[in-house]
Nanobody
Framework: QVQLVESGGGLVQAGGSLRLSCAAS????????MGWFRQTPGKEREFVTA???????YYADSVKGRFTISRDNTKNTVYLQMNSLKPDDTAVYYC????WGTGTSDPSEYNYWGQGTQVTVSS
């Protein structure tokens, strides 16, 4: 069983930066693929980025060049560095995990989810 807790959300002006963290409990964090998704009211959960269990990274086109995912297996934590933020990035951001995950963008393939953290970008 894995429990995920996100932190780092908040209010930022357009062009600013935020770093989200997702701390995982449980064992064998290094065997989990990790993903970040986001959701706004009335819309489907949207893939943002993922890192596979062995470190390969994947990004949605909308965030390429602005967002960076990284993982620290010694701290059981995955990070999302968000730069050059835009108002369209406003959403609740969720961290997700799947055993032996390869970096899939399909939210249905993830077994574990955090509670989400709100990111609001003002114009």
């Amino acid at each position: 069983q894995v429990q995920l807790v996100e932190s780092g959300g908040g209010l930022v002006q357009a062009g600013g930066s935020l770093r989200l963290s997702c701390a995982a409990s449980g064992s064998f964090f290094n065997k989990y693929g990790m993903g970040w998704f986001r959701q706004t009211p009335g819309k489907e959960r949207e893939f943002v980025t993922a890192v596979s269990w062995n470190g390969n990274t994947y990004y949605a086109d909308s965030v390429k060049g602005r967002f960076t995912i990284s993982r620290d297996n010694t701290k059981n934590t995955v990070y999302l560095q968000m730069n050059s933020l835009k108002p369209d990035d406003t959403a609740v951001y969720y961290c997700a995990a799947v055993l032996w995950g390869t970096g899939t963008s399909d939210p249905s393939e993830y077994n574990y989810w955090g509670q989400g953290t709100q990111v609001t970008v003002s114009s």
